[in-house]
């Protein structure tokens, strides 16, 4: 009877949201809670508290009865700061009036996609990456084109006339993580010039996922090349960002976008009828990273690269390991020779070695056979998860 009960309950929702999958990423987490001495390497953020600094500039504003309903843009202080914190990154001027504050990244991604994705329509995203993507598509009764990177001897690339031929009469946009997650991948400025040239003749959106954008380990620059800096302001472009990494604020669920000026109204409404707003108290805090955060910032950046250098050298010592040095953010995506089944050896890490890393299959086409590991932590954590897969991985 509850069988059927249930039955009926699935039956009565749109069918879209039903077949929505479980996360690939969270079932593991699920699997694995069971383990009190686990090393978690799972997720995109890093063993560090929130800095005190940051805590205390939120809990003041909390204390000052910040706690009523506010802009629905994102407070003054805070899109101003965030407008030159941009600019002064990619050497070009963002206007306050651009950016929206949305509650995390994935929520100015739900926001784009509902106003970009009708039923049938498509997005095209080189994969593997972050799937939350997708089922932001599938959410709004769109279809995502997966196409994947091709992994050579010198790295992740992408083969953009494969791209540029996935898109068809139902594309709406392009999506774009770069640097990627969970390949490490970075997308080079004069592959950027040739998608923005290919948008333009078709009329399409780019969305730019540059969550990752400060960490970055190329020569050319301190941050990896943004379409900021290649397209103009009333451009089809939206570019989505988080606090999440830089100030160790995954928990506060803080992010925004930047969009022409133009579409204000339209996202303004997007956020009223999703949340109505991020709260006040909370954008005070961000204010503080932003305009104070610089040295915790840069610390957390420098300790990332600590990590990449860490892991890649560790992980040379197991001949069974293919994988390319990542060009940017903080995963190493590898594959383990004669280990077909990523999910199975995730979960066989859990139990043996008590060492929690993401599925390659939880990341779309192109990551199966794969593990991620995120090293964006210490490096003594790294070291004690690493030697205790070493039976596994050898």
């Not at 990423?25 to 997720?43: A, C, F, Q, S, T």
């Not at 993507?133 to 769109?142: L, N, P, Q, S």
């Not at 790295?155 to 709406?172: I, Q």
């Amino acid at each position: 009877m509850l069988d059927k009960t249930r039955r009926g309950l699935i039956d009565g929702i749109a069918p879209h949201i039903a077949s929505l999958p479980e996360s690939g990423i969270i079932e593991v987490i699920n699997y694995g809670r069971k383990y009190d001495d686990l090393i978690k390497l799972w997720v995109g953020e890093g063993d560090q508290p929130t800095p005190r600094f940051i805590c205390d500039a939120a809990m003041a504003a909390l204390h000052a009865g910040e706690t009523f309903y506010t802009w629905q843009r994102g407070i003054p202080p805070l899109r101003e700061a965030l407008g030159e914190y941009v600019g002064g990154l990619h050497g070009v001027t963002v206007d306050s009036e651009r950016i929206f504050v949305t509650v995390g990244g994935m929520q100015a991604i739900i926001q784009t996609v509902q106003m970009l994705i009708g039923a049938g329509d498509e997005a095209v995203i080189p994969t593997p990456v972050w799937p939350n993507i997708f089922h932001a598509v599938h959410v709004c009764g769109g279809n995502p084109i997966h196409v994947p990177l091709d992994l050579s001897e010198t790295g992740w690339r992408l083969d953009l006339d494969r791209f540029f031929a996935a898109c068809g009469p139902r594309t709406r946009f392009l999506y774009i993580n770069s640097p990627g997650n969970p390949s490490g991948w970075v997308m080079p400025r004069e592959d950027m010039i040739r998608v923005r040239d290919f948008a333009r003749e078709r009329g399409l959106w780019i969305v730019s996922d540059e969550v990752y954008s400060r960490f970055y380990y190329g020569d050319d620059g301190a941050v990896a090349p943004s379409f900021l800096e290649i397209m103009e302001p009333d451009e089809k472009l939206i570019v989505v960002n988080t606090f999440s990494k830089c100030w160790a604020m995954s928990g506060w669920r803080i992010g925004w976008l930047v969009a022409p000026p133009e579409l204000g109204q339209v996202y303004e409404n997007l956020i009223q009828y999703n949340t109505s707003g991020v709260a006040g108290f909370l954008q005070q805090g961000a204010v503080t990273a932003i305009t104070d955060g610089a040295p915790f910032a840069a610390e957390t950046i420098a300790r990332s690269r600590v990590g990449h250098e860490l892991v890649c050298r560790r992980l040379r010592e197991f001949p069974r390991l293919r994988f390319a040095k990542p060009q940017g953010a903080f995963y190493l995506l590898f594959a383990v020779d004669g280990e077909p089944d990523a999910r199975a050896l995730a979960m066989r890490m859990i139990d043996e070695a008590h060492v929690g890393l993401a599925p390659g299959t939880a990341f779309g086409a192109g990551g199966e056979g794969y593990l991620r590991l995120c090293y964006a932590t210490s490096e003594s954590l790294l070291n004690e998860a690493i030697d205790r897969l070493a039976t596994i991985l050898r």
